[in-house]
């Protein structure tokens, strides 16, 4: 099994550039999760979706931001227009069906850097 | 006050040392509670998974859950270089995931 892939692994963009991060869950998951984390504020959930659905964005920081999920194994997750203080680690999870939920299996992540 | 809370070290000990690593939470629903383990530049991977109080244990970690105190702890029997890492509590107040927080992190150096 593959895992989580998430691409690309870094990105180093300029301010005000959009920037796109992707994610490929593991297969048969049905619940994907989007995290952000930095030094400053750990882990932070920005959104998650099951079977497809956004069920929770409340922790998307603002209207910069953006997540689809087109189908079971693709996500994105978008940032326009970038800024400095968005630079952090991207992460990307997925769950299986049924009462394994709270077992999350993460991607490698995306070191984004906005300068 | 942070809804879980977790002492960010770092934590330097040396090989073949317990280790107890402890979390603190102040939501009462919670009921299942884990410790994820995350390596230098990698994704977190979860470790040990427990419901409720009472204690686990899996090889060289042991996970305790003391609903009563609203404390959580790992421990780490003869730790070893390899288990240098950052372990993170999480918990959730349901079996599908509701209410999930992770708690900000220990980091963990074991040296040789």
């Known amino acids: 099994d593959a895992g989580v892939i998430q691409s690309p692994r870094h990105e180093v963009t300029e301010m005000g550039q959009e920037v796109t991060l992707r994610c490929k869950p593991i297969?048969?998951?049905?619940?994907l999760f989007w995290y952000r984390q930095t030094m400053m504020r750990g882990l932070e959930l920005l959104i998650y979706?099951?079977?497809?659905?956004?069920?929770?964005d409340s922790g998307m920081p603002e209207d910069r931001f953006s997540a689809k999920m087109p189908n079971a194994s693709f996500s994105t997750l978008k940032i326009q227009p970038s800024e400095p203080r968005d630079s952090a680690v991207y992460f990307c999870a997925s769950t299986p069906p049924g009462p394994l939920y709270n077992e999350q299996f993460f991607g490698p992540g995306t070191r984004l850097t906005v300068l | 006050q942070k809804e879980v809370e977790q002492d960010p070290g770092p934590l330097s000990v040396p090989e073949g040392a317990i280790v107890s690593l402890n979390c603190t939470y102040s939501?009462?629903?919670?009921?299942?509670f884990m410790w994820y383990r995350q390596y230098s530049r990698k994704g977190p991977e979860l470790l040990m998974y427990?419901?409720?109080?009472g204690n686990k244990e899996d090889g060289r970690f042991t996970a305790q859950v003391d609903k009563s105190s609203k404390y959580i702890s790992l421990f780490i029997r003869d730790s070893q270089p390899s288990d240098s890492a950052t372990y993170l509590c999480?918990?959730?107040?349901?079996?599908?995931?509701?209410?999930?927080?992770f708690g900000p992190g220990t980091r963990l150096s074991v040296l040789p």
């Open positions: 979706f099951n079977n497809n659905v956004p069920i929770d």
């Open positions: 999480a918990m959730s107040a349901g079996n599908y995931g509701q209410n999930f927080v």
């Open positions: 427990t419901y409720s109080s």
């Open positions: 939501n009462s629903a919670f009921q299942y």
């Open positions: 297969s048969g998951h049905n619940s």
